[in-house]
């Protein structure tokens, strides 16, 4: 019998960083050993986790303090940690979650510094106990099979706080970034949360609530350095079966913004909608109505993770002649998936998206945005080259039903540079 996904609600009320939620997972359960082994299959014989129990304003916590066993070089670039993540053998679930931790570290860093992603320097979430912090988190949560992340109302903190880009007011703007569309407050001086660990909650949570109904199973506490008197420096977990939701509501949090739009140019909609996409929205699409007198109309639909309503509601208003949105929340199930590149017959390699349950393959299809420019490179109909990667596929064994292979990508890798799939929707 399959084992029950867990949901992890993390308070993080009085602040949460990177150490401080590894802490509170390798309090609730989690297996310092083995997380530690994880680590160190990602970057080898550089760091030593070490454990403690303390008490923070007399509560007792666990604290994880990162020793570095070597040279530390202070600055490595979003692809360098890529690759090492790459590189690991890390089960893909793992590897997912810390490619989606640090990639949201690169676009907020990039976003602050007006700079392409490509191009971005860590500098301190890109030393090795930031980076020991994030995977020693992803591994914690699937040792404790959690499936599902909420979080409490954050406290960033107040005041200034020296950083290697210099004297910074808090919340330092990478965190302000991060923290888009998430429930925040001040919560005292000083910097109560950090880039990392605001970076696990905006990649790794699903909604921003209040203690969700649950089953308790496990509770862990994790401690900050700091010891203040009147607020215990503590991050804690709460991880548990969720209890069961009203019918229909099952799977991750989502919103729906619609707007009904009769005055724009058609010929402007297919680039709304490519810029909509390009936004962050999981899919996008339009829908012909008749609205009042007869007038033909359209319906923009847009699906979304709860968190970029926001910055997508400025995106409709900006590119749309609409003057009010509407917004629904609602849920939305998606099966895990994968790529594995193929080898057509003329030698050329084309990703295949797997949708799978339970180890299973349940859908097997090729990336058209690599297939479309695979037929314009090869001035060839994309029609003959989706055959072709179909037939590829097949013969490689990628059918519904057949095991998911070993080797996969948490994201397509081929020829198109094309950005944005519809992994997401």
């Given at each position: 019998?399959?084992?029950?996904t867990l949901h992890a609600w993390v308070d993080a009320t009085a602040g949460i960083a990177g150490d401080m939620l590894l802490a509170a997972l390798i309090d609730a359960g989690a297996d310092l050993d083995a997380v530690q082994q994880t680590i160190e299959s990602v970057i080898p014989g550089a760091v030593q986790l070490e454990l403690n129990s303390v008490t923070r304003a007399g509560q007792r916590a666990?604290?994880?303090?990162?020793?570095?066993?070597?040279?530390?070089?202070?600055?490595?670039?979003?692809?360098?940690?890529?690759?090492?993540?790459?590189?690991?053998?890390?089960?893909?679930?793992?590897?997912?979650?810390?490619?989606?931790?640090?990639?949201?570290?690169?676009?907020?860093?990039?976003?602050?510094?007006?700079?392409?992603?490509?191009?971005?320097?860590?500098?301190?979430?890109?030393?090795?106990?930031?980076?020991?912090?994030?995977?020693?988190?992803?591994?914690?949560?699937?040792?404790?099979?959690?499936?599902?992340?909420?979080?409490?109302?954050?406290?960033?903190?107040?005041?200034r706080v020296s950083t290697a880009h210099g004297d910074l007011p808090v919340p330092v703007p990478a965190v302000l970034r991060l923290a888009k569309g998430w429930r925040v407050h001040a919560g005292g001086t000083g910097e109560l949360t950090t880039p990392?660990?605001?970076?696990?909650?905006?990649?790794?949570?699903?909604?921003?609530?209040?203690?969700?109904?649950?089953?308790?199973?496990?509770?862990?506490?994790?401690?900050?350095?700091?010891?203040?008197?009147?607020?215990?420096?503590?991050?804690?977990?709460?991880?548990?079966?969720?209890?069961?939701?009203?019918?229909?509501?099952?799977?991750?949090?989502?919103?729906?913004?619609?707007?009904?739009?009769?005055?724009?140019?058609?010929?402007?909609?297919?680039?709304?909608?490519?810029?909509?996409?390009?936004?962050?929205?999981?899919?996008?699409?339009?829908?012909?109505?008749?609205?009042?007198?007869?007038?033909?109309?359209?319906?923009?639909?847009?699906?979304?993770?709860?968190?970029?309503?926001?910055?997508?509601?400025?995106?409709?208003?900006?590119?749309?002649?609409?003057?009010?949105?509407?917004?629904?929340?609602?849920?939305?199930?998606?099966?895990?998936?994968?790529?594995?590149?193929?080898?057509?017959?003329?030698?050329?390699?084309?990703?295949?998206?797997?949708?799978?349950?339970?180890?299973?393959?349940?859908?097997?299809?090729?990336?058209?945005?690599?297939?479309?420019?695979?037929?314009?490179?090869?001035?060839?109909?994309?029609?003959?080259?989706?055959?072709?990667?179909?037939?590829?596929?097949?013969?490689?064994?990628?059918?519904?039903?057949?095991?998911?292979?070993?080797?996969?990508?948490?994201?397509?890798?081929?020829?198109?540079?094309?950005?944005?799939?519809?992994?997401?929707?």
């Amino acid at each position: 019998m399959t084992t029950p996904t867990l949901h992890a609600w993390v308070d993080a009320t009085a602040g949460i960083a990177g150490d401080m939620l590894l802490a509170a997972l390798i309090d609730a359960g989690a297996d310092l050993d083995a997380v530690q082994q994880t680590i160190e299959s990602v970057i080898p014989g550089a760091v030593q986790l070490e454990l403690n129990s303390v008490t923070r304003a007399g509560q007792r916590a666990s604290k994880v303090d990162v020793r570095i066993l070597g040279a530390d070089p202070p600055h490595r670039r979003w692809h360098t940690i890529r690759d090492l993540l790459a590189a690991a053998p890390l089960t893909g679930s793992l590897r997912q979650r810390g490619l989606s931790v640090f990639r949201a570290l690169a676009e907020a860093e990039a976003d602050v510094h007006g700079v392409p992603v490509d191009t971005i320097h860590f500098h301190e979430v890109g030393a090795l106990d930031s980076i020991a912090d994030i995977v020693g988190v992803c591994a914690a949560l699937g040792q404790l099979g959690v499936g599902t992340l909420s979080a409490s109302t954050i406290a960033l903190g107040a005041g200034r706080v020296s950083t290697a880009h210099g004297d910074l007011p808090v919340p330092v703007p990478a965190v302000l970034r991060l923290a888009k569309g998430w429930r925040v407050h001040a919560g005292g001086t000083g910097e109560l949360t950090t880039p990392t660990g605001m970076a696990l909650i905006a990649a790794l949570g699903d909604t921003s609530e209040d203690l969700p109904p649950l089953t308790i199973q496990r509770t862990g506490v994790g401690a900050g350095t700091k010891d203040t008197h009147q607020r215990p420096n503590i991050t804690r977990v709460v991880i548990g079966q969720p209890a069961p939701r009203p019918t229909g509501e099952t799977g991750d949090a989502a919103v729906l913004l619609e707007t009904n739009v009769d005055d724009l140019d058609p010929r402007l909609w297919p680039g709304v909608i490519s810029r909509i996409l390009t936004a962050g929205a999981a899919d996008a699409w339009l829908v012909p109505i008749v609205m009042k007198k007869g007038r033909p109309a359209h319906t923009l639909a847009v699906l979304a993770h709860p968190h970029q309503a926001e910055p997508l509601r400025d995106t409709i208003f900006a590119e749309t002649s609409t003057i009010g949105i509407r917004e629904t929340t609602l849920r939305k199930s998606a099966l895990p998936r994968c790529w594995v590149n193929v080898l057509t017959d003329d030698g050329s390699t084309v990703p295949i998206k797997l949708a799978h349950r339970d180890g299973s393959i349940i859908q097997a299809t090729p990336e058209f945005d690599f297939v479309a420019e695979l037929a314009e490179t090869q001035g060839r109909p994309p029609r003959v080259v989706l055959e072709e990667a179909v037939l590829a596929a097949a013969t490689a064994g990628l059918v519904p039903g057949a095991a998911v292979p070993p080797h996969t990508h948490s994201e397509p890798s081929g020829r198109s540079g094309s950005g944005r799939k519809d992994s997401d929707r």
